[in-house]
Structure formats: C-alpha cells, structure tokens
C-alpha cells in the first residue's frame, strides 16, 4: 500500500497524547503496523518529515523511528510527544530479547541545544520505577534526523560529562542503514546491540559481523566490470551516472556540492568507487544528497585523474579528480527519491518500488538516459 504519508496524517487527524484508543496518534501507529511493511516506504515517509518542519512530522517521525525498534526485533513501547507531570516523558523504550533497554530520544534536528541530563533522568525514572533493573542494562539513544556536521554540541556534552557508556548517538539515516543491513545480511539482533551498545573490551564480536559481511555477494555495479578498449565510434557515446555525496565532520552534502561542484566545477572519487575507470568526458552525472534527493547534475570534462585541490577533505580518500561543466543546481528544491519517481525508473522495472531501494544510492552507478533524465527531471527524448 503505497499512499503518501501527507494523506496519511490528514486523514488521522492531527497527532497528539490524548489518551484512548480511537485517537488520531493511536490510528497511526495501527497504520504503520498494519500496513507498512516494507523499509523503502519507511525510509520515504522519515524523509518527508525531515523536510517538513511542522509539529506533526515531527511527531510522526518520532513514532517511525520507533516502528524502526521493532524491525531490530526490540520490544517497543511509544512515548509521549510532551511531557507532563508525573509522567515519565521519554520518546520510546525499546526491550531486547537479551534483556538490555534502550530508552529512545528522537529529534528533528541539532540546531537547538539538548540537555543530556533529560535522557539520563528518564533512565533513573524507569530505574526507580522497576521498569529497567539497572544502568548496567540500559542507555539512553539520540536518534537525529538532520544532523549538522557543524554543530558538536550533544557529542561535547556527552564526552565533557563523561556518559560515553550510558548515552550514544545516530542519524535516523544510518539508524535506516543498520535495519537494511539486519534485514539483507546474515547479521542477527545481538550483532545490531553490539553496533549500538558502548564499546566492550573484547572487539571480537564487531570484527565477526564485518567478516561475515564480507563473505556475502555484494550488489554488483551496473556499468562494465572490466577495462575494455573502446572502439572510435563508442568513444563517442554518452553514458549516464548517479553519484551519493556524503557530508563531512565540517560540512552537509548540500555544502560539499554548492563548493566542489557550484564553484570549483570538480568532483573525486576514491580509488574503488564503482565505474571511475569507465567515467570520461561528455558523460552525463548527476549528484544525491545522502538523505535528501538529487539536487545537482552536469556534464563530465575530463576523465578521472589523479590529483590534489584544497577543497578536496580527505584527499588521501579521494585522489580521483575531474572536471566538470554545465552544471545545474537545486539545493533548495531536491528532486525526492519517493516510491512515485522509482515507480518510473529502468532501474526498478523489475523490483517492488516499495523494498528497500538504498542500494540505488549508497555507491556510484551507471544508469539509463531514461534514468537520467527522469532524476533531474530533463524533459525526455522521444
């Protein structure tokens, strides 16, 4: 059932904690259980309320991040969206089957500070109340759906205030990351505790998951394996790509493209990006802001080289440089990945549109001129 999640809240009504079983946060949460089953849907429905700023996306991405509990195999118990008095106000508890709790803080995003102290409060509440037996079996989880690489206000807190081992941090985006990954790989509930949980002595148990996860087939790039020497007339040919941009410690994806892209008319790949041997002048990419959708695209001007430029991070990672022209941006209005768009997509012809689809996104790869165009919305070749 694909029906955008804007419908959704409109025909449930606006969310809220009146208690009851007929409300409208209760008929939501009846939806997501019932209804949404698949992690692409999921992941289109915390975009779209990442984007939008009003209090009921807000709420509606606290309950989804919640719903994610449940895909780890968490027991999950929804929170409040306010707190009240004599109430404890947390926005989600989630009980393994191991025995360990972790008490779930959502938020929208960083801009405004957040006090620790809160989280670590509703811990000691549900200590007091016999709710979790102990801090040995629990931590308190920030889950952050717009992270900014300038802001490290939380991170400082929670190392100043040294509660490394009763609180931690993740993007709604890697938190996306790791249910793909426990749903595609042959990794288990206690290797995802192990991910999420403080640091153990013994790093046996990480290096086992990342084994494992390597013996696995991995997704095989769409573009030519191999090297092949072109012929003079294929030279020629225009080949069509989609590149994820990532942010950095410094800077968002959208501020990576606006500089290296906007400004200095350069991109760099790594030395295993997929298709950098096959990537020359006059090919088309375009460019995905990790979480957000494409929001550039231009012609390629020279083929990859190795090389240096000052706005490069990270250039040991990155030594592959070309030069680029042409190019469009639209970091303000980014052209959504949602069900719709892949519906249309050569890449989907032969999948269900609402799976999970990061596996589009999550490296370099060659995609049709329909694709292409359908991504950055260019009008289509008859």
């Not at 960083?110 to 102290?117: D, G, P, S």
């Not at 022209?325 to 639209?330: C, I, P, S, V």
Request: hydrophobic letters at 40%; one cysteine or more; charged letters at 30%.
């Amino acid at each position: 059932m694909n029906i955008p999640l804007n419908l959704i809240l409109e025909l449930v009504g606006k969310i809220g904690d009146e208690p009851g079983d007929d409300v409208p946060r209760e008929k939501f949460r009846r939806f997501l259980t019932e209804n949404v089953k698949e992690l692409g849907q999921i992941r289109d429905y915390i975009g779209e309320c990442i984007r939008n700023p009003k209090e009921q996306y807000n709420r509606a991405l606290q309950d989804l991040v919640n719903y994610l509990g449940q895909f780890l195999e968490f027991e999950v118990t929804f929170g409040r969206y306010h707190g009240v008095s004599g109430q404890i106000g947390f926005d989600g508890l989630w009980k393994s089957p191991t025995g360990f709790y972790i008490v779930v803080e959502a938020k929208t995003s960083e801009v405004y500070a957040i006090k620790t102290a809160t989280l670590v409060g509703y811990v000691d509440e549900l200590i007091s109340e016999r709710k979790i037996p102990s801090w040995e079996h629990a931590l308190g989880l920030y889950v952050i759906g717009r992270p900014d690489p300038q802001i490290h206000q939380l991170e400082n807190a929670i190392i100043a205030e040294r509660r490394t081992q009763q609180l931690r941090i993740i993007s709604v985006e890697s938190l996306l990351s790791l249910v793909e990954i426990f749903h595609e790989y042959d990794v288990n509930h206690e290797d995802i505790l192990s991910v999420i949980k403080p640091a153990r002595p013994a790093i046996d148990p990480i290096v086992d998951m990342m084994t494992r996860l390597i013996a696995q087939p991995v997704p095989v790039d769409e573009g030519p394996s191999k090297k092949v020497p072109l012929a003079k007339e294929e030279l020629k040919e225009i080949e069509y790509w989609v590149t994820p941009v990532r942010g950095d410690e410094e800077k968002t994806p959208e501020e990576v493209i606006k500089i290296l892209i906007g400004e200095e008319k350069i991109y760099a790949f790594g030395e295993r990006t997929p298709g950098r041997r096959h990537l020359k002048s006059g090919d088309m990419i375009c460019f995905y802001a990790v979480g957000k959708g494409v929001v550039a695209h231009a012609e390629v001007l020279s083929q990859p080289e190795k090389g240096s430029h000052p706005s490069i991070q990270q250039p040991e990672r990155y030594p592959w440089l070309f030069r680029l022209k042409n190019e469009n941006l639209y970091l303000d209005n980014p052209i959504v990945i949602d069900a719709l768009l892949r519906a249309q997509l050569d890449a989907f012809r032969e999948r269900d549109a609402n799976k999970s689809w990061a596996w589009f996104v999550q490296a370099t790869r060659k995609i049709s001129e329909n694709d292409f165009n359908v991504l950055t919305k260019q009008e289509i070749k008859e």
